[in-house]
């Protein structure tokens, strides 16, 4: 560990997918002017899908009309990857990291979130790993976590996503991350449980901290 600080600021209850965008960006653009240091979020939000700025939009399989019908967004989105899934049940990570001060380039720093996803797991009693071509956090039972990332002028945004709980009959609405052959998978579908979100947000926050040599500190100011 070293004497880096992230601020850490988890989001109660379900945060909206276009109010966590426009505070992501505040968040890079107040990074990038050294008003604030680096920053881990860590939310949930209501079923909303989103595309990647080069995804292909056939992604999304589900017809307008039923999305419309169900109240699920669609968002193209200026990250990285495929159509991705979010929900209640899926903590969602978004780092405001400068990666020019940690002299990270933005493939080892995917392959870091994917890290924390990993360690996240294994705390909470799962197996899971990294795989060389694909990007995100598998297990036996198929992937558990999501990456797609953005990086603007050296400050990162976007992040993460880790299935803890959320209603799998969900990603049916997309080809998940581009990968139709790949089952989704969750904590609670593999260990016929769930931990709870609050155990798992802490799991993620702890492995964030291991993977990233920083300490999280708790913050209510931003």
Do not use: W
């Not at 991350?177 to 769930?194: D, N, Y």
């Amino acid at each position: 560990m070293t004497d880096r600080v992230t601020m850490l600021r988890v989001l109660p209850g379900i945060t909206d997918y276009s109010a966590a965008l426009d505070l992501q960006r505040s968040l890079v653009d107040r990074r990038r002017e050294g008003e604030i240091g680096d920053v881990l979020l860590l939310l949930e939000h209501p079923p909303v899908i989103t595309l990647g700025r080069h995804a292909d939009p056939n992604g999304v399989v589900a017809a307008e009309s039923l999305l419309a019908s169900r109240g699920i967004e669609v968002h193209r989105i200026e990250r990285g990857g495929q159509a991705t899934y979010h929900g209640p049940g899926q903590v969602v990570g978004y780092p405001i990291l400068a990666l020019g001060e940690r002299r990270m380039g933005v493939g080892a720093y995917v392959r870091r979130l994917e890290e924390v996803m990993v360690r996240a797991a294994e705390r909470l009693g799962v197996v899971a790993e990294k795989r060389d071509g694909v990007v995100g956090t598998f297990t036996s039972r198929g992937k558990v976590g999501a990456v797609g990332v953005r990086v603007a002028r050296g400050i990162s945004f976007h992040g993460f996503a880790f299935n803890v709980e959320p209603n799998l009959d969900h990603f049916r609405l997309i080809v998940p991350c581009g990968m139709p052959e790949m089952p989704v998978a969750s904590v609670r579908s593999i260990l016929g449980r769930s931990p709870g979100m609050a155990a798992a947000r802490e799991a993620l926050a702890e492995a964030f901290e291991e993977a990233f040599a920083t300490r999280l500190v708790p913050t209510d100011a931003i």
